[in-house]
């Protein structure tokens, strides 16, 4: 359904969002990469497609090209927490923990119920203060 729905139309971001997802869950993050890549030929400046390509090559370990995404979608949807999270998260798995507080800290300034940034900076925390 959704593959139709870009064939037929290029530029529409939710069908590319969730074949995108639907590719990713059956495990194929090359494939969900180069749709995502597609994508964004048609849709550059949409933040969920830059957030898709950073969790994707997050996963598959390109650390720098995951974050060049994150910043992407941030800069095009600065309120977004979840953006600004999964940005904190690269950082945290990188051990670059000073970045990964401070992008936790902005995610539970917009949503600050985020359960996540709550206990991912709290184990941040912790670890510094020993």
Known sequence: ????????????????????????????PQDALQMVYRALEFNADEASLHFLAGNILGQIGQAEKSEEHFKRAISLSPLTAKYH?????????NKRLSD??????KALSLDPDHRGAKQQLQVLINKSSK
């Open 85 to 93: 999270y999964n940005l904190a998260v690269l950082y945290h798995r």
């Open 100 to 105: 990964a507080k401070e992008y936790y800290q």
């Open 1 to 28: 359904m959704y593959k139709r729905a870009v064939q037929l139309d290029e530029k529409l971001v939710r069908a590319w969002n969730n074949l995108i997802l639907l590719t990713q869950d059956h495990k194929q």
